[in-house]
């Protein structure tokens, strides 16, 4: 299985907050639209970094509420780890796995094209594993 098959039940949308806005701006807008992570927008293209949860956290534990004032390009993930829409849902896990990440963007031609997250990977991979138990018992039951 490739994200290219995860995007296609998932979507291509992605949720994105310029640069400037503030931590709470951000805090809001992941409350609001349930999730972990946003793509930070900026200059460079497709994106500037990726703010997550674990981002706020962090800098609430060093700076206390003063953290929530700051702008998101203070505190995002610069060093941001993509795919395409060919990498493997195992090569997926391998990396999310070792580099303990839980949102990888995917970038196709040089454009935003999706996110993954961590519980995208674990579904896919449970609706593999449910698929071939069923394939397994309709095989036994043949016999």
């Known amino acids: 299985m490739k994200v290219k098959d995860l995007l296609a039940n998932k979507g291509h949308d992605v949720a994105t907050i310029s640069q400037e806005r503030s931590v709470a701006d951000a805090l809001a807008l992941l409350k609001e639209r349930g999730i972990g992570a946003l793509i930070v927008t900026g200059a460079t293209a497709p994106f500037v970094g990726i703010f997550s949860e674990r981002d706020a956290v962090r ?70 594993l449910e698929h071939e138990k069923k394939d397994l018992l309709d095989y036994v039951s043949a016999r």
Do not use: N, W, Y
């Not at 953290?67 to 391998?94: F, N, P, R, W, Y």
């Not at 949102?103 to 040089?110: A, K, R, S, T, Y």
């Open 59 to 128: 800098a609430l534990a060093t700076r206390g509420a003063a953290a929530l004032k700051e702008t998101v390009a203070q505190l995002m993930s610069k060093d941001v780890m993509t795919c395409d829409e060919t990498t493997s849902v195992t090569t997926l896990m391998g990396l999310m796995t070792e580099r303990r990440i839980r949102h990888i963007p995917v970038v196709q031609d040089g454009k935003l094209a999706g996110m993954i997250s961590i519980g995208d990977v674990v579904k896919a991979r449970f609706d593999e």
